[in-house]
């Protein structure tokens, strides 16, 4: 089975280091947009933050462009500039858990009778409670490399993360609003302090600041803040500080 064969030299600004890799794909793609997606995956370069060359013609509009109207021919060479590699499979874990958070508390916030609630709770509760402060806080929100932080933001953001955040945020509001499901407020309030600090963080950033105001969060975030104890302000507020 004969493959398409793309040599790229891959260039990070931040390092400034370039190394030569090849990425072999089953066929020409149909734009550039399915190229700079392989590289995302094979290299751990999110396809959001490369910067994509070819004949020394800077590729701006990837999905509308096609190899094939630049004559890109297997074997050829295509240079790729980006900041720095992300930990991808560590924000991947993270969009995860929040889409089956969201689901797993859409379920229950359907339930109207406290022991159904419990029940239901009680059987995802390690899920939701132990995994989640090491997935959401100490993998993506505050990365060992400083340097891949904003890269980590950009893919979050490129792959639907503050809208999963702000319906999180949207079901354990409705939690702590229900007097059904009020042995599940303390987790509510725990959870709804680490959707402050993400947003919070992900606000630094100008890019993705206007996405976050939107989408209503930080309004919302600040009444819940507020409106939590003592201890788990203290918990956020050491966090936004490291």
């Known amino acids: 089975m004969s493959t398409f064969e793309i040599r790229l030299i891959l260039y990070s600004v931040e390092q400034n280091f370039t190394e030569t890799k090849e990425l072999l794909l089953p066929s020409l793609p149909?734009?550039?947009?399915?190229?700079?997606?392989?590289?995302?995956?094979?290299?751990?370069?999110?396809?959001?933050v490369q910067t994509l060359w070819v004949k020394e013609r800077l590729i701006d509009n990837p999905q509308s462009i096609s190899p094939s109207s630049v004559y890109l021919k297997s074997g050829d060479t295509l240079k790729i500039t980006y900041p720095v590699k992300g930990e991808i499979n560590r924000v991947k874990a993270l969009l995860k858990w929040l889409s089956q958070c969201c689901t797993i508390l859409s379920d229950i916030l359907k339930l109207t009778k406290k022991?159904?609630?419990?029940?239901?709770?009680?059987?995802?509760?390690?899920?939701?409670?132990?995994?989640?402060?090491?997935?959401?806080?100490?993998?993506?929100?505050?990365?060992s490399s400083v340097k891949s932080k904003w890269v980590n933001m950009m893919f979050f953001n490129d792959r639907g993360g503050i809208e999963l955040l702000a319906e999180l945020h949207k079901r354990l509001n409705s939690i702590l609003e229900s007097k059904v499901h009020k042995p599940l407020h303390s987790f509510a309030e725990s959870h709804q302090s680490l959707c402050c600090?993400?947003?919070?963080?992900?606000?630094?950033?100008?890019?993705?600041?206007?996405?976050?105001?939107?989408?209503?969060?930080l309004e919302a975030c600040i009444q819940s803040f507020l409106r939590s104890s003592g201890r788990l302000?203290?918990?956020?507020?050491?966090?936004?500080?490291k």
Request: glycine share 2%; hydrophobic share 40%; aromatic share 10%.
């Open 115 to 143: 022991e159904d609630v419990n029940k239901l709770f009680s059987k995802h509760q390690e899920f939701l409670t132990d995994d989640s402060r090491m997935i959401f806080v100490q993998f993506t929100l505050f990365p």
């Open 233 to 241: 302000k203290t918990d956020a507020l050491c966090a936004l500080c």
């Open 30 to 48: 149909d734009s550039f947009q399915t190229i700079k997606e392989a590289i995302e995956d094979k290299y751990s370069i999110p396809a959001c």
């Open 197 to 217: 600090i993400a947003f919070a963080l992900l606000s630094k950033d100008s890019e993705v600041r206007d996405k976050v105001t939107a989408s209503g969060s």
